[in-house]
């Protein structure tokens, strides 16, 4: 039987939201252990677009949101991690683009006189023109007009992997996880038959937080999915773009965001108000064959003959809401040393390991003297979507 271990704070799921955790909490002076079952970043973290909001998409209709306030200071935050100055450490990890865009094919609608007067945008949106647009949109067809937002797109997997770097040796595979008690008080986890005793628990799962939730037996908090049926086309004929495309709703009508595949081609992710309702009751055909309409129409100086075309479905994991209305903040609750949360989106991350943080400091759990970790079985990094679907 493996040796049992003690440590402060275990947790389970390594996307970013558990990696941005755990490297916070050993610069901190905390031992920490953390579990995960699959690769790393391999469920909701890898499956996003890597754009670190700053809450403009929220404002689209001319309202400030609660949103749009919780996630203002989110871009600031991660810049200075990639800076080194942050939370972290990131230096090392890839940005893709130092801004995304809003991108009006037409004229603007008139909704968005509002929205760029807010309180939201103010100071944050400049129109550029010329070579100051993205590659994708300097053609002499393109009409439309472009605002560079003071927000940010990263790698998400160099993101994973600088994190993980940063985790040493507290990272850990384990598949079967069950419940360790001492009384009728939770402890612990059991993780492949080995005990982990730790002060605090902390479970940032995703998706797989429902079935650890009833693994344990516990009832609350209840999760929620909203689904997404996400496009990938990939081909040497595009070229870098990292924009919402405005339509005439308070979403956008398509999201876009470039990625490098292995073989130096571009891989455009595409989200945004196509990959949700109509989107997702979409057969996969009928889903590429609206995307490859739509881009026909907004982009039609791109010649995609010779792209390739994949879908997938998407669940973002996030706390029950009535209505299933999607979550402003992180979201953290707690019970005994159990603590049950979700980040809602990935730019909330930092937002998610300071609830933790302050749970914790709250609770006076300090860093307690702990051995050595043993050597123990390494996740590896989960594959990106395009890696698995448009090799």
Same mark, same amino acid.
């Given at each position: ?30 031992? !920490? ?23 403009? @998409? ?16 989110? *871009? ?10 942050? =939370? ?16 009006? *094919? ?19 949106? $400049? ?11 300097? =053609?002499?067809?393109?009409?439309? @007009? ?8 990263? $790698? ?25 008690? #001492?009384? /009728? ?35 609350? *908090? ?17 070229? *870098? ?9 308070? @979403? ?20 945004? /108000?196509?990959?949700?309702? /109509? ?14 309409? #739509? ?22 994991? #996030? ?24 980040? !809602?989106?990935? &730019? ?31 996740? &590896?990094?989960?594959? !990106? ?7």
């Amino acid at each position: 039987m493996p040796s049992a271990l003690n440590t402060d704070v275990l947790i389970v799921g390594a996307g970013v939201a558990g990696l941005w955790l755990n490297a916070r909490l050993r610069r901190l002076g905390y031992s !920490t252990v953390l579990v995960e079952r699959a690769g790393l970043g391999g469920g909701q973290s890898l499956k996003s677009q890597g754009i670190i909001h700053g809450g403009a @998409k929220y404002a689209l209709h001319g309202a400030l949101t609660g949103a749009s306030e919780a996630i203002a200071e989110m *871009p600031q935050r991660w810049r200075d991690a990639f800076a080194g100055a942050g =939370d972290v450490d990131l230096r090392g990890a890839r940005l893709l683009s130092e801004a995304h865009y809003l991108w009006s *094919p037409g004229t603007l609608a008139g909704n968005l006189t509002s929205f760029f007067a807010s309180k939201a945008v103010r100071g944050r949106v $400049d129109q550029v023109k010329g070579d100051q647009l993205p590659p994708a949109l300097q =053609d002499k067809a393109f009409k439309g @007009k472009v605002y560079r937002l003071a927000e940010l797109v990263v $790698d998400v997997p160099s993101v994973i992997t600088r994190l993980a770097e940063l985790g040493g040796d507290s990272l850990m595979a384990g598949e079967h996880i069950v419940p360790l008690h #001492e009384g /009728d008080q939770l402890c612990g986890l059991v993780v492949d038959g080995r005990e982990i005793r730790a002060q605090r628990i902390v479970l940032s799962a995703g998706e797989g937080t429902a079935d650890l939730l009833q693994a344990l037996d516990i009832q609350q *908090p209840k999760m929620q999915t909203r689904p997404l049926h996400m496009i990938l086309a990939k081909g040497a004929s595009l070229k *870098p773009l990292y924009a919402h495309c405005l339509g005439g709703g308070p @979403k956008p009508r398509i999201t876009v965001t470039s990625h490098p595949a292995a073989d130096g081609q571009w891989v455009w992710y595409l989200g945004g /108000d196509i990959a949700e309702a /109509d989107g997702v009751a979409r057969e996969p055909a009928a889903q590429i064959a609206a995307a490859r309409k #739509e881009l026909g129409q907004l982009l039609p100086w791109i010649d995609l003959s010779q792209v390739q075309w994949a879908t997938l479905r998407v669940n973002r994991a #996030e706390p029950a809401q009535s209505g299933l209305v999607r979550p402003d903040n992180a979201f953290l609750a707690e019970q005994g040393r159990l603590l049950v949360g979700w980040p !809602t989106k990935l &730019a909330l991350a930092p937002d998610f390991a300071e609830r933790v943080i302050s749970a914790l400091q709250r609770d006076a759990i300090v860093p307690a003297a702990s051995a050595t970790l043993p050597e123990l079985p390494r996740p &590896a990094l989960g594959q !990106t979507p395009w890696e698995q679907l448009l090799p």
